[in-house]
């Protein structure tokens, strides 16, 4: 994440050299990790998923601990089987 941030990489090589699954996790005010950033991030992913908390900052898994638990399991669990290729996104409930 911090290479990613701190390299100029205007054609996302790094991210999407990543083929693991990956569980991209943001809060909709994050100032350390705007939730800009962390789109882009999931959209160069290729096999990545999105979860956008809302109301909340970069301590947003804490806020949302529980939430945060359930979309961790989900996605150990469809790590059994390969994920979508193209974006997934999953939007939280106010």
């Known amino acids: 994440m911090i290479i990613w941030c701190a390299t100029p990489d205007p054609d996302h090589v790094t991210l999407r050299a990543i083929s ?3 569980l991209v996790v943001s809060g909709s005010h994050d100032i350390m990790v705007p939730a800009d950033n962390a789109y882009a991030m999931f959209k160069a992913l290729t096999n990545a998923q999105l979860v956008l908390y809302p109301d909340s900052g970069h301590g947003a898994l804490f806020q949302y601990h529980e939430l945060f638990v359930s979309h ?12 979508r290729s193209s974006a997934q996104l999953a939007r939280c409930p106010k």
Request: glycine share 0%; aromatic share 14%; no cysteine.
């Open 20 to 22: 693991q699954p990956a």
């Open 72 to 83: 961790v399991r989900t996605s150990w669990t469809r790590n059994r089987r390969p994920w």
